[in-house]
Structure formats: C-alpha cells, structure tokens
C-alpha cells in the first residue's frame, strides 16, 4: 500500500511558476512510477508527465512540454514538479499517482495509487 500526499498547490499569475510536491509513504518507492494528472473543472482527468522508478527516463504531454520539469528524490519519497511559464490552460487540481508497472503510461487506469490533489489556479 502506498499513500500519496500532494502540496504546493495555490494562485499565480500567467508567466508565474509553481513547484508541486508528493510525498510518499513505503519502502519501495524506488520501484514505483510515478506520474502527475490534472483534471480541470467539467474535463476529464488528463495525463500531464510521468517519471521511472531511477528517474532516468521521463515523458510529459505535450500541452507542458518546455514548461513542466518532473523529477523524483527517492532518498526522500518524493516526486516534483517544477511548473514554469504558466497559463490559465494549467488551471486544474493536479494529482500524483504511482504505478507498479514498469512503463510511463499517460493511461490514468495503469495507475494504483492516487492522491487527494492540490489546486492550481493561474490568473490572466
């Protein structure tokens, strides 16, 4: 079982930058995939990026490509992600999932563990 806690949601200004975190709980992070989701109001949950268990391979939607950075310090069970150059598109609670498999899937059902989520709200 792996519980997933997000912060660093909040209000930015267009162009603004935000760092989202989650923390995880367990002993075997490490072999876990980690990926970030976003579901705006009245839209489905859509995938934004994801990160191998090492951290060595990643892939971002395209919609965040060039703005968003994912990243992960096993050390400390946690998963990033650095969200630059923000637009009022990226509005949406985010959540941080984990997957036991060993692909980065955009598919949010390839995902065993979610978050509760934290807002993001970007002003024009």
């Known amino acids: 079982q792996v519980q997933l806690v997000e912060s660093g949601g909040g209000l930015v200004q267009a162009g603004g930058s935000l760092r989202l975190s989650c923390a995880a709980s367990g002993r075997t992070f490490v072999s876990y995939v980690m990926g970030w989701f976003r579901q705006a109001a009245g839209k489905e949950r859509e995938f934004v990026a994801a990160?191998?268990?090492?951290?060595?391979?990643?892939k971002y939607a395209d919609s965040v490509k060039g703005r968003f950075t994912i990243s992960r310090d096993n050390a400390k069970n946690t998963v990033y992600l650095q969200m630059n150059s923000l637009k009022p598109e990226d509005t949406a609670v985010y959540y941080c999932?984990?997957?036991?498999?060993?692909?980065?899937?955009?598919?949010?059902?390839?995902?065993?563990?979610w978050g509760q989520g934290t807002q993001v709200t970007v002003s024009s």
């Open positions: 999932a984990a997957d036991r498999g060993m692909v980065l899937s955009a598919l949010p059902q390839r995902y065993n563990y």
């Open positions: 990160i191998s268990g090492g951290g060595g391979s990643t």
